[in-house]
């Protein structure tokens, strides 16, 4: 009988290296530490060039020679820079922010980002005869993107990251990787659960990332509601005085009510409405949870007897609301998103329920303008997964609009 050689020793899984990566595992950063790091990019894209041409002013142009950039050029390219820096490194990285940030993958988005912003110089400036403004621009944006990412990083908030061994996968698959061809992982089961989801091979690991929205997502989200909310703001600033004159002629002082709400991942803030019930009416809450008509953990009664007279019309025509303009532009709050929830809410939530609070609670929202008074608490959060599934700034603009008649409908209590 003819001995058979010993098996090959077993390789350890080798790894996948892209531009330069390290043998340290890259994870992405969730929670408001990686919205920092987006917000971080996204200002300093803004500002790369403004700084640069200062830079190439003082140093690389000699005194008294002309100046070959165009104001309007530098302000139309830095808005651009703005938006293609994180939009780079997006590029660069699938579930970007991630941490650590390695030297060639930010080289490679500060390519991407030079050449741009220098397409746009030259469609505006065609004059411009050195790319050096440009290059020094770039250079900041990765020095300055490190650095945040390294601190940022270093106390994200996102807690431990659970790792779990990927089980036996069977024998055919198994032979089929031995003798070299691919074989097809189905997460179609654990996609059905997630929403947004991202799988993202890095290294020797397969991360799954249920990036709801992502924080370049919500940056772009940000920014909008930042530019939105102004333009309300100066629409609604008479209507606001009028409804506040009103409140102090009819019912008297305080004019706004004051309430803890659940804002981004949970977090507290303190909401700002017209007060449209009695004076005290916060400490009669509790007691009045076993009338709410609603079907859940959501706290609303049809016929609040807390309200005045004045506050029946104000609910109805929702210009209770309008001091949220202010949390919007404050970044409590969104234009668009589902409501901002009770801290009593919160706490008699499900695990599954609290999706909802992975985007900044909104003024107006796809549950608001489908049914406005649906009782079914879980029709309301089936309608805010779908809002976050699908969320595109057209889909926010389309709220915005459909939100408009169904206020005027009167249709709130």
């Known amino acids: 009988m003819t001995e058979q050689p010993p098996p090959p020793p077993a390789k350890g899984p080798r790894s996948r290296r892209w531009l330069g990566a390290s043998t340290r595992r890259t994870l992405p950063i969730l929670g408001p530490a990686g919205d920092r790091i987006v917000l971080v990019d996204l200002v300093v894209g803004l500002v790369a060039l403004p700084i640069a041409a200062v830079v190439r002013a003082l140093f690389f142009v000699e005194p008294g020679a002309p100046e070959t950039m165009a104001l309007p050029a530098l302000v139309l390219a830095s808005l651009f820079g703005g938006m293609f820096w994180p939009a780079a490194l997006r590029t660069v990285d699938p579930v970007y922010p991630t941490f650590p940030r390695e030297p060639l993958p930010l080289l490679a988005a500060a390519a991407i980002w030079l050449v741009a912003c220098s397409g746009v110089l030259y469609l505006v400036d065609k004059t411009l005869a ?118 102090l002629l009819a019912d008297g002082r305080p004019i706004l009510y004051a309430d803890q709400r659940a804002g981004l991942y949970g977090h507290p803030f303190k909401l700002r409405k017209f007060r449209t019930m009695r ?55 969104s234009l668009v998103g589902p409501r901002p929830a009770g801290l009593d809410e919160v706490e008699r939530y499900e695990p599954r329920h609290r999706l909802r609070l992975t985007v900044r609670p909104g003024l107006t929202g796809l549950w608001q303008v489908r049914r406005r008074l649906d009782a079914d608490f879980e029709q309301r959060m089936a309608d805010d997964l779908e809002y976050i599934e699908h969320w595109s700034l057209l889909l926010d603009l389309e709220i915005a609009v459909r939100t408009v008649p169904a206020v005027l409908k009167g249709g709130g209590v």
């Open 130 to 247: 050195s790319r050096l403004l440009v290059i020094v621009g770039a250079l900041l944006c990765v020095v300055v993107s490190a650095v945040a990412s390294a601190l940022v990083g270093a106390a994200r908030q996102a807690g431990p990251v659970v790792e779990t061994a990927l089980p036996h996968l069977g024998t055919q698959a198994e032979d089929a990787l031995v003798r070299g061809e691919p074989i097809v992982l189905d997460l179609s089961r654990l996609s059905e659960s997630l929403t947004r989801p991202i799988a993202v091979l890095s290294e020797s690991s397969l991360i799954l990332y249920p990036s709801v929205l992502a924080p370049t997502d919500r940056a772009v989200k940000r920014v909008v509601d930042m530019v939105l909310s102004t333009v309300l703001l100066v629409i609604a600033a008479i209507p606001m005085l009028l409804v506040a004159l009103a409140i």
């Open 279 to 333: 004076v005290g009416a916060a400490a009669e809450r509790e007691a009045l949870w076993e009338a709410s008509a609603t079907q859940g953990p959501a706290f609303k009664l049809e016929r609040d007897p807390r309200v005045t007279r004045l506050g029946h019309f104000l609910r109805r025509f929702s210009l209770d609301e309008l001091p949220q303009v202010f949390d919007i532009l404050a970044g409590r709050m």
